[in-house]
């Protein structure tokens, strides 16, 4: 009895000695973990089923496995409604157009009064805005040619339609030359104004792309499109202009039947944060995005093909970046 007793109790003893050590191998793996200041990070994307919320899907995954007890989660939004909520603090980090930001920071088209509380982090990706005709439209060639058009812009209050008005300008045209002429504008998802394209519902279709809109793709099947060129001196100017704009080219083949580059206009998505965040957390929100490039080429790789720190600063001013992400970019050389 007395030798039963004892084994029970040596039993007892190894079990107890095996839990404390995988006990010390949890804290191991816990204690290569980043600390973070807050228990929850939320980021702003754009609805369910739009080209970012699989790329804050994944940012959400990568930052709860890289930060202790980290609670990340996403929003849907969009530019104008992440950059709002990153001022009153309902977020901590979003994405958006870059040039929503800047419009942001001076208090410009879409926002009542400038952000304070808005810093950068950089650049993703380019979106190519594409001024789409049907073929058989041919008396729509130039900027010129839509004044007296039924012109269809976008979502309303998004990044397109704000940067549209931007290059218009260049061209001494605004809303009011549109309605003098006797053209007219109207707004909303690019399926819609695809499909209104397509019935001749409408003349001309604003939407961006990275760089092909898949409701033009779908509707060049039964309707081809042309794409009407922006002069390359209006672009030089706009990028100038460091509106968040950045002149480019819509490769030949996005379309069927368009074979050569045609020069357009580019916005960029960016990466944008509460400019109070920590700076050593914001360092390494930057550090871990940036070098986990394989992870998000294969979670959203039409997208992560252009994530590039070659890129990272296009359209945003090096002085509205987080102290955190500047600090990141000066070690990586891309800031002096």
Request: proline letters at 5%.
């Amino acid at each position: 009895m007395m030798k039963k007793m004892v084994w029970n109790i040596l039993i007892i003893l190894f079990l107890l000695l095996l839990a404390a050590c995988g006990g010390n191998e949890s804290s191991g793996d816990s204690g290569d973990k980043l600390d973070a200041p807050d228990k929850f990070l939320t980021i702003g994307s754009g609805p369910m089923g739009s080209g970012w919320f699989p790329i804050t899907t994944a940012m959400t995954d990568l930052y709860a496995g890289e930060f202790n007890n980290l609670n990340a989660t996403q929003q849907e939004g969009g530019s104008t409604a992440n950059l709002n909520s990153l001022e009153v603090g309902d977020i901590q980090m979003a994405l958006n157009y870059t040039t929503d930001f800047n419009a942001a920071l001076e208090g410009g088209p879409g926002f009542d009064k400038p952000l304070e509380e808005i810093a950068a982090i950089g650049t993703l990706y380019p979106v190519y805005q594409t001024l789409a005709t049907t073929r058989n439209n041919d008396s729509i060639n130039r900027i010129e040619d839509i004044l007296d058009k039924h012109i269809f812009l976008g979502p309303q209050g998004g990044g397109g339609p704000v940067a549209f008005w931007q290059m218009m300008e260049e061209y001494g045209y605004d809303e009011k030359s549109v309605e003098e002429a006797g053209g007219k504008t109207s707004y909303g998802n690019y399926s819609d104004g695809a499909s209104m394209l397509k019935d001749n519902n409408v003349d001309v279709l604003l939407a961006g792309g990275a760089p092909y809109v898949p409701a033009l793709q779908e509707m060049e099947v039964t309707n081809p499109i042309n794409v009407i060129e922006i002069d390359g001196d209006m672009l030089e100017s706009l990028e100038a202009q460091g509106r968040g704009i950045t002149a480019g080219a819509l490769p030949g083949g996005t379309y069927d039947g368009i074979d050569e580059d045609i020069p357009t206009y580019v916005i960029e998505t960016m990466l944008t944060v509460r400019a109070d965040l920590d700076d050593e957390y914001v360092y390494h929100l930057t550090k871990i995005f940036w070098e986990n490039l394989e992870y998000f080429e294969q979670q959203v790789p039409e997208r992560a093909k252009d994530f590039s720190l070659d890129t990272a600063l296009n359209g945003i001013d090096p002085e509205d970046l987080h102290p955190g992400a500047r600090k990141y970019y000066e070690e990586m050389d891309v800031l002096e």
